[in-house]
Each structure stands twice: as structure tokens, then as C-alpha cells.
């Protein structure tokens, strides 16, 4: 019973020490700089009409 053990565990520790396999230092990537806000809001109404135009209904296009 102890032998088992101590085959498994030196299987385990083999395992944990080969790792995944990936060569070179470990570090975390660089991420891009957040974008900036823009200075002015966004227009409203000006590139498609507001909500509740009765311009542009399914039934006014017949």
C-alpha cells in the first residue's frame, strides 16, 4: 500500500514539475492603452431621426 503511494506520488510531482511545456519566462502582456473620451458628445438625431418620428414608420411607406 505504501508503495503505491509513493508511485504516486512521485508520478504526480513528475508531472507537475515537466509543466505544459512552454519555454521562457512567465510574464503578463502588455496592454494597449485605454482609448480617449471624445471631447464632444455624440449628436443626437442628426445621422438617424429620434425615436418616435413618424416620418420613417413601416406604414408611411407603403
Known amino acids: 500500500m505504501i508503495a503505491i503511494l509513493i508511485r504516486a506520488l512521485s508520478i504526480s ?33 442628426k445621422l438617424y431621426p429620434p425615436l418616435g418620428s413618424s416620418e420613417t414608420t413601416p406604414s408611411s411607406a407603403k
Not at 515537466?18 to 480617449?36: F, I, K
Open 13 to 45: 510531482i513528475l508531472i507537475s514539475l515537466v509543466g505544459c511545456g512552454v519555454r521562457g519566462a512567465l510574464y503578463l502582456p502588455s496592454t494597449p492603452p485605454a482609448p480617449v473620451a471624445p471631447s464632444e458628445p455624440e449628436p443626437k438625431g
